[in-house]
């Protein structure tokens, strides 16, 4: 299967520790996005890569929260010093940009859950 | 910014029946896609259909139909004879250009046997 794959799927802290979560988009995928949803909810937007550019990044991206994108590939979501209020499914999702093959659909991986105590 | 209004937090379907989700949208662009995704229970989110602003005719797939109404700003997912596997959350979603989706609150289905 060459879907959107993350991990961890599940990822229990201590407050005030650091934690990081990779996602590796659908091969062919140029686009790369980082969502959060708590419970409930619908997914809020994060961030957003085309290939390795940071295009976009929510005002819900605190200074503790940083994405990357390095060689255009896999991204990593890392969280500094995580509060109780970070506890969320940290979704990743990616899309083709190129023309023709753009439909707009924007495919998901599983989700990695955050729970801190 | 775009807003998505799904009012519906629950909605409850007897197996084989119809039910219709309801979705509202705001934007200012004339040109965007929406989408109607379902979320099953601790598994990933899959589109179920999607509809391009410019084409006036409603989406169709399969079981699932789309009401589109773009002077209202509306946007909402029939699903005809209802399955037990059709039970999940269902986000409405905005996406203007090549950008970000914008999620609705979500409705949680439920399918009665």
């Known amino acids: 299967d060459t879907g959107v794959s993350q991990d961890p799927r599940h990822k229990i802290t201590k407050r005030g520790q650091n934690v990081t979560f990779r996602c590796d988009p659908i091969s062919e995928h140029n686009r790369l996005y980082w969502y959060r949803q708590t419970l409930g909810q619908g997914p809020e937007f994060l961030t957003y890569?085309?290939?390795?550019?940071?295009?976009?990044k929510s005002r819900l991206l605190s200074d503790r929260f940083s994405a990357e994108r390095p060689k255009g590939s896999f991204s990593t979501l890392e969280i500094q010093r995580t509060e109780q209020g970070d506890s969320a499914m940290y979704l990743c999702?990616?899309?083709?940009?190129?023309?023709?093959?753009?439909?707009?659909?924007?495919?998901f991986g599983e989700g990695s859950r955050l729970t801190v105590l | 910014a775009q807003t998505v209004t799904q009012s519906q937090p629950e909605m409850s379907v007897q197996e084989a029946e119809t039910v219709t989700l309801s979705c509202t949208y705001d934007t200012s662009e004339s040109d965007y896609y929406l989408f109607w995704y379902k979320q099953p229970p601790s598994r990933q989110m899959i589109l179920v259909i999607r509809?391009?602003?410019?084409?006036?005719q409603n989406a169709t797939e399969n079981r699932f139909s789309v009401n589109f109404q773009k002077a209202a700003k509306s946007f909402s997912l029939k699903i005809s004879d209802s399955q037990l596997g059709d039970a999940a959350m269902y986000f409405c979603a905005y996406r203007e250009g090549a950008q970000k989706l914008v999620f609705g609150q979500g409705t949680r289905l439920t399918i009665n046997p």
């Open positions: 509809q391009e602003a410019y084409k006036q």
């Open positions: 999702a990616s899309s083709s940009g190129l023309a023709g093959a753009n439909t707009g659909e924007l495919f």
């Open positions: 890569f085309q290939n390795e550019a940071q295009l976009e």
